[in-house]
Every structure is written in structure tokens, then in C-alpha cells.
């Protein structure tokens, strides 16, 4: 009897089960009424790359198998014993340049800015009715080197399926870093109509510093912006304060002038060599990389790193390409957001630039400058705050100026729809703040929610946000 009586109930399961999938997977007839917006979250760069040997298998190309890295660093280390002893900086660059080539050869792009090996990105998340009921976030992987409209042809596609799939006829899109550029590439190809929203996480939509002053030959080491760095990013890390302690007196002691006295010199001697190597046969030939130029860096990048070179051509209009949609972000969303799609930005700051911005002294999450993530938010020195007397740059009548006198939100595309988080890195993730936008009819602002308003404080071992 309980065996029967069992069998029962595990039929009446399994049946209640089937039924609750075919009905969410038969909605899109009429549409589904879960009232979840299925998400698409576009990822930044870094994800894993694919190639397939001659024997038809399967095998990374990134990130490069530390094997691979390993020989390829023992085979430099006898020109940088030599160089050290001789000085034949010609002779280290040469070996710097081959080695560095050979590391990176698998990821290579031609002069069209194509894959040379037969690449593709790791797969998507599958596109069903469970992910959608149980998780509802649907990752998209791309190939980060290549085109962003390359990328935004793959994207629309997939958000084709995820509509089809669960009956939804809109998604909320939330970009990641590098995934801003292909949402407006997305936007500024196929336009707003399936997108409710569009949340922009430390976007690199509007460039680096970092990267325009590495394709112009102006990237140098600042001993304090060394220390700087370290000392914002660390903490964050919940590095030991023994090693913070150790940092400061390596600073005192002159240990970090030492440093960046080397690098600089290795800059000097060697930059020409790897820059018409290595840096434009791998990375400048990746229009993934090389649209993080912004845009007042772009027509000396093109030139220095192209030039009139013919073999370049095809590159370059596509770079054109991206290069017109991020001086033109700002029409391109308030176009979208005019047809009815919401929009959030989320910034980070209050961290060091990378130390290869000599001694600027931007705010940053560590990696992008928050400028350019907040599309256009005025923000003071990293080491000072805006003067006392320091009046916001646009009277709206509404008060954007941060409580650390560090941001002034007036001037930035979307100043009623705009967060910033002190003191998160890149990489860390406001997830209270992304689950609330998330969850959002219509359009949000920083006055709908007092857990949320524009200026919040990060907590990076939980990953939430708080008020000031």
C-alpha cells in the first residue's frame, strides 16, 4: 500500500512538473505572465577562447595554459640576465618582443581584424524555459577580440531566442566592462525595441585612459601612483595589513623609485620594438581591444599604430565604425530610452588608476576611469576633494555633488539615473543595487528607493551597497 501510494504521489509530481514547464514553454502564444524580464547579461573581457588542434580537439587559446607560460618566460630570462649585465637593450627587446609574440600567437588577428585560428567563445547559457523560471539571467559569452558589431549580430540573435523561448517580448540587458561596447554597438545597429532595459555596470562604452595612452606611446610608471594603486586595490582584496605595512616601507625607503626607474627605462628602450610587434600584430589588430581608445585619443592611436598602411583599411573602418557610436553614445541612448527602453549606470570610484598613467591622478575602479563609466560625472583628484566652495556644474535643481565632495553627477548623459559606489574595484558587484534595478518597472531614479540613492558605499566582502 505505501509502495503504491508512493508511486502515486511521485507520478502526480513529475506530471504537476511537466505541465508547469510545458506551460511556461507553450506561453509564447500569449505571451508569459511571470513577471520576471528575462536578463541577458553581457560580459566584459577575459572569457575563455576556443581552437581546435589537428586531431579535431578542443583547446584554449585563453587564457594561455601556464605551460605554455612557463617555457616561453625561461627562454627570456637568459637576454634579461645579459641585458643586465652588458646593457644590450636592442638585443633584450628583440627577445621580449619574440617572447611575447609566442605567448600570445594563438589569439592573433589579421589585418582585417579576423581570427587567424578558427576561434569561437565558450557557449552561452542554453536558452530554456527553467533557466528562465529558476534563474531568469541568461550569460552571453562573445569573442572579446573581435568587432562589436560582430559581437551585437550574435547578441540580437540570442535575444531573438530568449524572447521566443519564454514568451517575453522584451529583455533587460546588463553590460559588464567590455559588454557596454557591445551593447551600443547593439543599440546603435538594431535599436531598443526588445529591450526594456539597459543596466550599465563599470562600462567601457567610452573608453580607458589607459588604453589611448598605451596606443600613443605615452603609458609611464609614477612611483607615488605605484603605492597609490596598491594601497586602494589591496584592502579591497582583504590582502593582510602586514603586507600594507611592508608597502609603505618599500615606499620610504625608496624601493618603488627603484622600480619605476626600471620600468620606465625598459619603456624608453623597448617600446618601438614591441609596439610595430607584438602590441600591433596581436592586440592593435583585436577591434575589441583597440575601440577602449576614447575618443580623444582615437585619430593620433589610429595614425600611430596604422598610419596609411593599405593592409590596415578594412581594420580601420571598422574601428571608425565603433568609434562614431561611442562619440555619439549619448544620442544613441537617449534615443533608446525617448522609445520607451529604461537606463541605469552604475560607477565605481575612489580607486587608483593602473600605475602605467605616470602621475595622473584620475578616479578609477582600478581600471576604467569613472568619467567614462558614469558617461561624463565631473569627479575631483583622487587625493583631494572638490574645493569647499565648489558648486555643482549643472543647476537642475536637484543636488548631484557627492557627501565626500569627490563626484558631481550634474554633467554626467543620465543624472537622475545614475549610481556611484566609493571605494569598488572593477570587478566588484553591487548586488542589492543590480537586484533592485533589475526588479524596476519603468524607468528608476536615485529618489524612488532610500536604500539606493545616487551616492552609496560599498561593502566588497558582501558585494552590497549602502547609503551614505
Known amino acids: 500500500m505505501k509502495k503504491t501510494f508512493k508511486a502515486i504521489v511521485s507520478l502526480l509530481l513529475v506530471l504537476t512538473l511537466v505541465f508547469c514547464c510545458s506551460s511556461a514553454a507553450f506561453a509564447t ?6 513577471g520576471k524580464t528575462p536578463v541577458v547579461f553581457v560580459n566584459g573581457i577575459g572569457g575563455t577562447i576556443f581552437s581546435v588542434d589537428e586531431n579535431g580537439d578542443e583547446y584554449p587559446i585563453f587564457p594561455i595554459e601556464s605551460d605554455v607560460m612557463v617555457k616561453e618566460i625561461l627562454t627570456f630570462i637568459p637576454a634579461a640576465f645579459i641585458t643586465g649585465i652588458f646593457g644590450g637593450w636592442d638585443y633584450f627587446a628583440q627577445s621580449l618582443d619574440t617572447m611575447l609574440c609566442k605567448l600570445f ?14 576561434a569561437h567563445a565558450d557557449e552561452c547559457d542554453a536558452v530554456t524555459v527553467e533557466e528562465h523560471m529558476y534563474d531568469n539571467e541568461f550569460d552571453f559569452l562573445y569573442d572579446w577580440r573581435l568587432d562589436p558589431y560582430e559581437s551585437a549580430a550574435q547578441l540580437d540573435a540570442y535575444i531573438d531566442e530568449i524572447i521566443e523561448v519564454t514568451g517575453h517580448d522584451k529583455v533587460i540587458i546588463n553590460a559588464f566592462s567590455e559588454g557596454g561596447e557591445i551593447a551600443l554597438a547593439y543599440f546603435d545597429e538594431y535599436g531598443s525595441d526588445k529591450v526594456e532595459m539597459y543596466i550599465s555596470q563599470c562600462s567601457a562604452f567610452q573608453g580607458l585612459t589607459l588604453i589611448g595612452m598605451l596606443f600613443t606611446n605615452q603609458c609611464r610608471v609614477d ?34 623609485n627603484i622600480l ?5 627605462k625598459i619603456l624608453d628602450e623597448c617600446f618601438d620594438t614591441i ?50 557610436a561611442q562619440v555619439n553614445a549619448e544620442k544613441i541612448l537617449k534615443e533608446a530610452q525617448a522609445n520607451g527602453m529604461a537606463v541605469a549606470f552604475v560607477s565605481h570610484y575612489g580607486v587608483a588608476p593602473m600605475p602605467l598613467v605616470g602621475d595622473k591622478c584620475y578616479q578609477t575602479d582600478g581600471l576604467i576611469d569613472s568619467a567614462n563609466t558614469s558617461g561624463g560625472a565631473t569627479f ?46 572593477h570587478w566588484n558587484v553591487s548586488e542589492n543595487l543590480i537586484e533592485w534595478l533589475e526588479g524596476c518597472d519603468g524607468q528608476p531614479t536615485i529618489n524612488d528607493n532610500p536604500e539606493f540613492p545616487q551616492f552609496l558605499v560599498g561593502d566588497s566582502a558582501e558585494n552590497t551597497v549602502k547609503p551614505w
Request: with cysteine.
Open 380 to 425: 575631483a583628484p583622487m587625493d583631494k576633494p572638490f574645493d569647499k566652495n565648489y558648486k555643482q556644474k549643472v543647476d537642475d535643481g536637484h543636488g548631484h555633488v557627492s557627501p565626500d565632495g569627490a563626484v558631481d553627477a550634474s554633467t554626467c548623459m543620465f543624472p537622475e539615473s545614475t549610481w556611484f559606489v566609493s571605494g569598488f574595484s
Open 275 to 324: 609596439y610595430s610587434g607584438f602590441a600591433t600584430d596581436v592586440f592593435a589588430c583585436m577591434p575589441g581591444v583597440f575601440n577602449f581608445v576614447p575618443a580623444e585619443y582615437y585619430d593620433d592611436a589610429v595614425k600611430m599604430v596604422f598610419g596609411d598602411k593599405p593592409q590596415y583599411a578594412k581594420l580601420v573602418e571598422k574601428l571608425d565604425k565603433y568609434h562614431l
Open 105 to 118: 600567437a594563438g589569439m592573433d588577428c589579421d589585418n582585417e581584424g579576423n581570427s587567424v585560428l578558427p
Open 260 to 264: 619605476t626607474a626600471l620600468v620606465n
Open 223 to 256: 612611483a607615488d601612483q605605484l603605492y597609490n594603486f596598491l594601497m586602494t586595490m589591496l584592502p579591497v582584496s582583504n590582502v593582510d595589513q602586514g603586507v600594507l605595512d611592508l608597502l609603505t616601507v618599500l615606499r620610504y625607503t625608496g624601493i618603488y
Open 29 to 34: 502564444d500569449d505571451g508569459c505572465d511571470c
